[in-house]
Nanobody, 115 residues
């Protein structure tokens, strides 16, 4: 049974940084497309970033240049380094794994950015 467990969220001031982690079990992250999504209160879940099995990264325009996704195959973990955080980045952040129609989600971690 695949499981994704996020951690690293918290409260940070505007301009600060956080690093989220997504530890996977039951799947091998290196062969999945791994991504991060977020959902702000009252809004739909939105895609933030993903890294393909081949290492190609794609970022939403709103986070490009501020967020960085990384994958540690040895630890079977994906990270999201978030810098220059803004209040509008406040959301629950979800880790996602996708491959050939199989999709898995983590339980989410709350990120709150105060102004």
């Amino acid at each position: 049974q695949a499981q994704l467990v996020e951690s690293g969220g918290g409260l940070v001031q505007s301009g600060g940084s956080l690093r989220l982690s997504c530890v996977a079990s039951g799947i091998i992250v290196s062969i999945y497309s791994m991504g991060w999504y977020r959902q702000a209160p009252g809004k739909q879940r939105e895609w933030v970033v993903n890294i393909s099995s081949g290492g190609i990264t794609n970022y939403a325009p709103s986070v490009k240049g501020r967020f960085t996704i990384a994958r540690d195959n040895a630890k079977n973990t994906v990270y999201l380094q978030m810098n220059s955080l803004k209040p509008e980045d406040t959301a629950v952040y979800y880790c996602n794994a996708a491959r050939f129609g199989q999709v898995y989600w983590g339980q989410g971690t709350q990120v709150t950015v105060s102004s």
